[in-house]
């Protein structure tokens, strides 16, 4: 969404709400039969997995500057790949952290499904903390939907017992990055539909939900 307010495309949104199973109806497993969100459905066409999305919305709007591609073959590969980086490392690690109920489903092997990713997240938040040494973006001077995609880590990471001390610049990117009007915009849509979660009991509680407890 912030790729889209970014480009200042014209688009709608349909919450999905994972503790009704929307997710798992056949009609969304008909445009994502991952039965995951995102899917962005563009012209008639269901695009799936996020990495997909940011690269095909950085190809389309070229002039929001969505990522750093620069026409080479090799380079715009390795932005490719920092994209899929954040979707098949970053993104699964503070899942296994927030939901280790989706991973093991023995109590006693919760905590150690969390310290393992936890482990692993580290590993990959000191990389960050690196490359932001040569800032003050992910990608260096140009900001990028991959600090978006970062912070969206950070936000869901907060207030849990995954240690954020030792990262002081992804701490200071991730409050530029809450700065972005187009982040401003897109977490007041995302307040709205809390609300509504809230209000009509729908919203998820991360302790008891379970794979099986949307269907
Ligand atoms: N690789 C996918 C992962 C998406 C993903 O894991 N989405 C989570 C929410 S953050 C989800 O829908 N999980 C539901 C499930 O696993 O049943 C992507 O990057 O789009």
New binding site residues.
């Given amino acids: 969404m912030v790729g889209l307010e970014e480009a200042r495309a014209e688009y709608d949104t349909e919450l999905v709400v ?1 503790v009704r199973g929307d ?1 798992k109806s056949p009609e969304y497993l008909s445009l994502n039969p ?5 899917t962005m459905v563009v012209n008639g066409v269901s695009i ?4 997909a999305m940011m690269i095909y919305l950085a190809k389309v709007f070229p002039e929001a500057k969505l990522l750093p591609f620069d026409g080479q073959s090799e380079t715009d590969a390795k932005v490719i790949a920092d994209v899929i980086w954040c ?2 490392s970053i ?2 690690n503070v ?1 296994h952290i927030r939901l280790p109920q ?1 991973f093991c489903d023995v109590p006693s092997g919760m905590e150690r499904v969390r310290e393992m990713a936890k482990e692993r997240l580290a590993q990959d938040f000191r990389q960050i903390e690196d490359r932001l040494g040569n800032g003050p973006w992910f990608f260096g001077e140009q900001w990028s939907l991959v600090d978006a995609y970062l912070s969206w880590a950070w936000f869901r990471l907060n207030g849990t017992s995954f240690d954020l001390t030792p990262y002081p610049r992804f701490a200071n990117m991730y409050d530029r990055v809450l700065k972005r009007p187009s982040v401003e915009r897109v977490l007041a849509k995302e307040q709205e539909a809390y609300d509504w979660l809230e209000r009509n009991d729908l919203m998820v509680n991360f302790q008891t939900f379970s ?1 099986s407890s949307g269907n």
């Fill in positions: 994972y997710n991952n039965g995951k969100v995102p799936t997995e996020s990495s979707s098949t993104h699964p899942f989706f794979p």
